[in-house]
């Protein structure tokens, strides 16, 4: 979807259900046309919003208990932009990703016409990331090299393929796009770094963008990274569930996803569940049904998703 607005109400509507409820403020006696576009990959929304400025305002009063838990990625392809949350006010430069937290209150101000890219992340995808984003929001990424320079550079093309995006049912896309997230998230700056939060981390985005793969386990893992199964479990034990636990928990959200997307409304429980990496139907049953209360056919009968 892509609209021009001429008005702030309009635009304020339109971003706000896209997004979340937001208030909009432009400056006084400036023209006002900006143009918006929109899209989903799988549950990642994306916009694009042109010439844009003045003030984006999440207030208490616009958040409630039936919002979606949601974190916010924002990065300026043309200029800085200014952010502010849980009392961290920071200026972030063209290119640079910054996160805000959604069911809390937060405000960006672009003090020049913008040219932003936004996506919007469930919470529940960042899976063990989440909670260590709490304390990083409204602080800039720096994209000047490494694996955030190439993120960074993924996010603001993607800004020109509004187009191209698959939508709702392109579940592999938003997957990979978060997986890239939690890779500049895991770029941690050599000053303020723990190794073993690192190395952790970076296991975590490994393990995300190859999740598809059955052979994942402690043991492969483990090889992939030069270290001992043992030390493996030691780095996770850290994080609130174990290696096994929290990998088990990825795939099952993302077979409950797709149970409940119509896109995969011809395909069997059983071709689902091996896109994730599960390809026993007898072990999948016993440990979907123990996770959610039910099985994967009376799930898929209850309809379009809410996430679990």
Known sequence: ????????????????????????????????QVQVSSAHAGEVA????????????????????????????????????????????????????????????????????????ILMVPRASLGLHADGLRGRTAVPLSADSGTRAVVSAFFSGLGAQMDHMPGPSGAPLGHALTALLVAAISQTAPERSDPATELS??????????????????????????????????????????????????????????????AFAQRTVAAIAARWGLYD??????????RFGQTPAEVRRLGPHRNP
């Open 201 to 262: 981390d970076k296991i975590a985005a490994y393990v995300l963008v190859n999740i598809a793969d059955p052979g994942l386990c402690v043991e492969s893992v483990a090889r992939r990274f030069a270290i001992s199964p043992r030390k493996l479990h030691r780095l996770f034990a850290r994080r609130p569930e174990t290696f096994a636990a929290w990998l088990r928990e990825e795939r099952l959200r993302r077979v409950h996803h797709d149970l409940r997307n119509p």
């Open 281 to 290: 139907p007898a072990h999948l049953s016993r440990l979907f049904t123990a």
């Open 1 to 32: 979807m892509t609209a021009v607005f001429t008005d702030v109400e309009s635009m304020q509507a339109a971003v706000s259900s896209i997004m979340v409820p937001l208030q909009l403020t432009a400056p006084l006696g400036t023209p006002f």
């Open 46 to 117: 994306v916009a694009r919003i042109e010439d844009g400025q003045g003030l984006v305002d999440r207030r208490h009063r616009l958040i409630t208990s039936t919002d979606p838990e949601l974190f916010m990625v924002a990065l300026d392809r043309r200029g800085p932009v200014c952010g502010e949350q849980d009392g961290r006010r920071h200026r972030a430069r063209r290119g640079e990703l910054m996160f805000l937290d959604t069911t809390r209150p937060y405000r960006l101000r672009y003090d020049d016409p913008c040219d932003a890219v």
